[in-house]
């Protein structure tokens, strides 16, 4: 049996308490939580539960559960597995059981635990048949959010960051205290400093939430390029909008409209068009900012 590297992070006072389901080969491997991709921490981002965009998913851990200090209000994160004794990364693969749930439950005694946080399906259900929580199904679909109480500790439900749901952020950002409508609002002073330093050398960013394309392990390629598109994973696909249709762009100051096409199980499409690349000056492998404005207008920069 593979041996488990993935240390939790757990305090005396937490404001959040993540509780995911087991460690997954690639994490395990990489000693960091989460690391397979940048979904998790994007949606950290997007919620309003950090106020820096990770770019490394190998430091996305060490900067929320260690540090602390990209936190919305500095609040301290924990974070643990239900199942702590398997390295699996396909779920239908991991066992849940009672005694997991006690363990839980212990530390929500032991400690001050705000809130607690259900990252995956079978940590709720599991929660459930121990009968910690009430999950609210409506049309047959399990409605995220609170979903019980115990003793001082909130108990949150929050969908799987890969799980093929849009806007999952919006539950996510149930767990703070500033509504979703008011994120970008409130961290456009945060994002000058914060993603300043993501790169040197680059454009000043523009106020507003911002995102940086392609996620990690895709790239702009030479047929993205001659196509005027720009393929939207599932990292980003409820940045822009919730269903096909135009958007307004800026680039060098210059405002056109880009066609936006939903896709189901496959990426999203930003056509933005080639005299637009060619403004960008975008070349295979380069790196695009793109940063939502209050007023729906998107400012792009290459990187």
Known sequence: ????????????????????????????????????????????????????QILNP???????????????NNWIYGITDLNREIVETYSSNVKTDKAQVDRIVFILEKYKVKKLCLVHSKVAEEFEAQGY????????????????????????????????IRNKELFYNQLIDTPLEQVVFTAKEKLKTGLAKTARNTPKPISGISVILPSLGNSITEVDIRKGTLRITVDFK????????????????????????????????LRIGRACMSELN??????????RLNNGLFVMQKL
Do not use: C
């Open 1 to 52: 049996m593979e041996t488990l590297n993935l240390k939790e992070h757990v305090y005396k006072e937490m404001d959040i308490f993540f509780v995911a389901l087991n460690a997954p080969v690639r994490s395990n491997s990489n000693g960091h939580w989460f690391s397979g991709s940048l979904s998790f921490w994007n949606l950290l981002f997007r919620s309003g539960l950090i106020k820096e």
């Open 58 to 72: 190998l430091i996305g851990d060490v900067k929320v559960f260690k540090e602390h200090s990209i936190n919305y």
């Open 133 to 164: 929580i009430s999950r609210n199904y409506k049309a047959g679909k399990n409605a995220y959010g609170k979903v019980g109480d115990y003793k001082g500790t909130e108990i949150y439900e929050v969908p799987f960051h890969n799980a093929s």
């Open 238 to 269: 409820s940045f822009f909008r919730p269903n096909s249709g135009h958007i307004k762009v800026q680039v060098n100051n210059q405002t056109l409209s880009a066609s936006y096409t939903i896709r189901e199980g496959r990426s999203d499409l």
């Open 282 to 291: 975008i070349e295979e492998g380069d790196s695009v900012r793109i940063t």
